[in-house]
């Protein structure tokens, strides 16, 4: 079986700190990793993916994330926060294997105050 | 090459009316998920679609819901019958298969009046 979870319904930093938004997935294959960020009002845009390759993954808008196969992680991280990262943050997984399903965490708020 | 395009981005059903949105992958892709994202909340899977074949079908309703991907056209997510709590945006993705990510629609926004 495979799941995800976003262990933050909702983080607030202040502007110019650091972010870290926490997921945890569960699966029995190396998986892809993904996040997705999605605006208000707006659709979901890929900000990085993790695929077998290096476990530090940079994206975009300086975000980065590393997998951590011991832990099962793959958390999202900026070091100084900007107004514009205000939005909602989804990790995704999908099983290389068999069906490539693919299941979205339950997303996290990031509220960046002045 | 077009990304995922959704239609209609908004549409307004009266209660026990039927509701039909429709998802165009981009091209080459053949793999189609269905999401529903209920106010506040987050993406809900529903659906993961192939051409002509459903996948997995753990996330939809029962009653009242159904999809389709067909060999030829855009993929279908059907809702017969709506009612209030029907009322949601729901985006599609596809993507070419394997590890590789999905792309997002606009969405199509539901309001079921």
């Known amino acids: 079986a495979q799941s995800v979870t976003q262990l933050d319904s909702h983080v607030s930093v202040s502007e110019g700190t650091p972010v870290l938004l926490r997921c945890n997935y569960s699966?029995?294959?190396?998986?892809?990793l993904f996040w997705y960020v999605q605006h208000p009002n707006k659709g979901l845009q890929l900000l990085l993916k993790y695929t077998s390759a290096a476990t530090l993954v940079k994206g975009i808008n300086g975000f980065e994330a590393e997998f951590k196969k011991s832990e099962t992680s793959f958390h999202l991280t900026k070091p100084s926060a900007h107004m514009s990262d205000a939005a909602e943050y989804f990790c995704?997984?999908?099983?290389?294997?068999?069906?490539?399903?693919?299941?979205f965490g339950a997303g996290t708020r990031l509220t960046v105050k002045p | 090459n077009a990304g995922v395009m959704q239609n209609p981005r908004h549409l307004v059903r009266r209660r026990g009316q039927e509701a039909r949105l429709r998802c165009s992958p981009m091209k080459g892709h053949s793999h189609v998920y269905w999401y529903r994202q209920l106010p506040e909340e987050g993406l809900k899977f529903m659906v993961y679609l192939q051409k002509e074949n459903i996948i997995d079908e753990s996330g939809m309703p029962k009653e009242r819901f159904s999809a389709e991907f067909p060999k030829e056209g855009p993929s279908i997510l059907r809702i017969q019958q709506v009612v209030r709590g029907d009322s949601a945006a729901y985006f599609c993705?596809?993507?070419?298969?394997?590890?590789?990510?999905?792309?997002f629609g606009q969405g199509t926004r539901l309001t079921v009046v």
């Open positions: 995704v997984v999908i099983l290389p294997r068999g069906n490539n399903d693919m299941r």
């Open positions: 699966s029995s294959y190396s998986p892809s």
């Open positions: 993705a596809s993507s070419p298969g394997g590890s590789n990510e999905a792309f």
